[in-house]
Structures are given as C-alpha cells and as structure tokens.
C-alpha cells in the first residue's frame, strides 16, 4: 500500500522538523468531546475498544502498553501482527465493563460513542471517570454527530478528516510521542494527495456509488453509507457522488429504492466479523448476481463491485489505504458518459 511504502521515507524526511516537538509537559489535560481529560504522566496500561484505537497505538509505536483490545472488523495488518498477538482480545465485539476495569487500565480509548456514551453498551463515561479511568473518545465519532438517532448515529455536520488527524496528534501528547505522531499525519496526508492525484484527469462527472456494509439479514433492506459519514467523505475526495441521501451513519435502504439510483460502483465490505449473514462477502456476491432486483443493476452486470475491508470504511488509519483501493479499482474501469 502506499500508506506503507511511504512510511520510511517520509519519517527520514521529517525527522530534521521534528526534532524541535517539545516533550509532554505534565500534568496535561485536554478536550475530549466535552470532558476534560487530565494525566500526572503517560498512562502505562491502556485499552481499546474498537479497532481504530488500537492500530493507532501500533503506528505510533505504543502497542506494548496495550493490555486489551476489543471490537474488530479485519485481521491486524501484518506490521503489525506479532506486537498485537500479545495483546488479549477482551471480545471480538464488544466487552463488558467488567473485563476492561480488569485489566486496571490508565486510559480507555474509545472508537465509537454507542459503545461508551450516554447509552454505552459497555458503560458510561462517568462510570468509568468514578473509578478514576480516563475514557478518550474518537473525535470523528462525537463531533457534528448525534449518537442518540439512529442505529449508528446520525451527521448533523459532514465528517472532517481533521478529527483523525487530532486523535493521533492528542493520544501523541498522551504518550509523550509528538515526533511520531507529526511523523505519522505527515504519512497519512502523503498518502491521501496520492490517491486523488492517481485521478486527475479522469472524468467522475457522472459517476456514483453505493457502500453496502452488511445487513441484519440477506433478505432484509441492508445498511449502507448515507451522507457525511467516513464512506461519503471518501467519494467526495475522489470525486464520486453517493447515491444514499440519508444523514443517518449507517442507515437502512431498501434494494428496489437502490436499484432506481443505479450507482456505477457497488463498493461492499469484506470482514472477519460474522455478527450477521452478510458479514460475509461471498453471501453479499451470491445475492447480488441472483436476486431479481440487484442482479439488473449497471454495476452488477458490468462487474463494477469493489470489495474493501469493512475497517477502511471507518474513521481509522485503515481508511487512506481504503482510499487507495478505490482509486486504483476506479481507474481500471472505462466509465459510462
């Protein structure tokens, strides 16, 4: 991937620039998405939930304070595999309370706001404040967004790839790794100029797509990628228009209402997980070339479908390789005008 072949090189590139980061003055304290955060120094046990934290914490070269992770979508990328093998998966999905205060974490990251928020499947975040356990939220999941609508949530501003940027650039300071962190966004915007420059000069005017993630059941209208959420801020930067006008994050739609939009690309998802029938890609593939709607589709008869790792499609470091994919499916195809 581009992400990773330009990781050496650019780090040799930045390090004169990042001699000058200043080390992490403690006690620190932040904003996290309305709470104050404060450290008396860097936390030396932490937990994930959610994929996105913990891979951030391999980038930055602090996997070995992780003492659990939990909530996955892909396998680890294979960087990083022998460091996460040492690390005890709590649950493929979500944890309970109970086994994440196990592991008597300094710092509970924290991808999505349904697993802790006012409604967390796992717990609140005053749960875990009371017991002295800083929870760091993901920006990308709590600003703009209300969690409270919706099965994952609904946009009320679209996705900014800035609060990714600001994850790795805050849990940086945490750790007292600022050289890394810069090192590690400055890899990230590389990577992301050179999926939409592989573009230039193609034609997208007429182009549209459809994100299907997976469905409760094969049989049932499947949960897609509506507007202003991860998967439509990547369209959007190379170009191509979503087909789903929903603010909802994930919402539901039926197939008839999808086939009438007729996207050029059907991107799907591809994962480890199997919480539901459709978790598998090969199932998505087999319904789509039979059932009697779908399989009229453009994208269905021309082949135009783009499998992705389901985790690309979330606001993670997986999502500029994701990016990447897309471009180079994309520039394989002659479109229709």
């Given amino acids: 991937m581009l992400l990773h072949r330009a990781v050496t090189l650019l780090a040799t590139l930045a390090l004169p620039a990042?001699?000058?980061?200043?080390?992490?003055?403690?006690p620190l304290t932040i904003e996290n998405c309305g709470s104050p955060l404060t450290f008396q120094h860097a936390p030396i046990r932490a937990v994930t939930i959610g994929q996105a934290g913990t891979e951030m914490f391999h980038a930055l070269g602090l996997g070995d304070k992780l003492a659990g992770t939990s909530l996955w979508f892909n396998d680890v990328p294979a960087r990083y595999k022998a460091q996460n093998d040492k690390v005890e998966r709590l649950a493929d999905n979500d944890p309970s309370f109970e086994s994440v205060i196990g592991k008597r974490p300094e710092l509970v990251a924290v991808q999505l706001e349904w697993m802790v928020g006012p409604q967390g499947v796992v717990g609140t975040r005053e749960q875990f404040h009371e017991l002295k356990i800083p929870t760091y939220l993901m920006p990308s999941d709590c600003e703009g967004k209300d969690n409270l609508v919706g099965a994952d949530g609904t946009r009320l501003q679209a996705f900014s790839i800035e609060s990714v940027y600001r994850s790795i650039s805050q849990l940086a300071e945490v750790f007292d790794v600022q050289q890394r962190g810069e090192a590690l966004n400055t890899q990230l915007k590389a990577s992301r100029e050179?999926?939409?420059?592989?573009?230039?000069g193609k034609d997208l005017s007429h182009t549209s797509a459809l994100f299907w993630f997976s469905s409760a059941d094969l049989d049932i209208d499947p949960y897609v990628a509506g507007r202003k959420g991860i998967p439509?801020?990547?369209l959007n930067t190379l170009g191509i228009r979503n087909v789903v006008e929903s603010d909802e994050e994930w919402p539901t739609v039926g197939w008839e209402t999808l086939a009438k939009a007729n996207p050029t690309f059907l991107i799907i998802a591809r994962m480890d997980r199997r919480r539901f029938p459709a978790d598998d890609v090969e199932k998505k593939l087999e319904f789509l070339r039979t059932d009697p709607v779908t399989r009229n589709m453009d994208a269905v008869k021309n082949n135009r479908i783009i499998m992705l790792d389901a985790h690309a499609m979330q606001a993670s470091l997986r999502m500029f390789d994701g990016l990447e994919t897309l471009a180079t499916a994309i520039n394989t195809y002659d479109l229709p005008k």
């Fill in 194 to 200: 050179a999926s939409t420059d592989s573009l230039k």
């Fill in 232 to 234: 439509d801020f990547m």
């Fill in 18 to 26: 990042l001699a000058l980061a200043a080390p992490t003055q403690y």
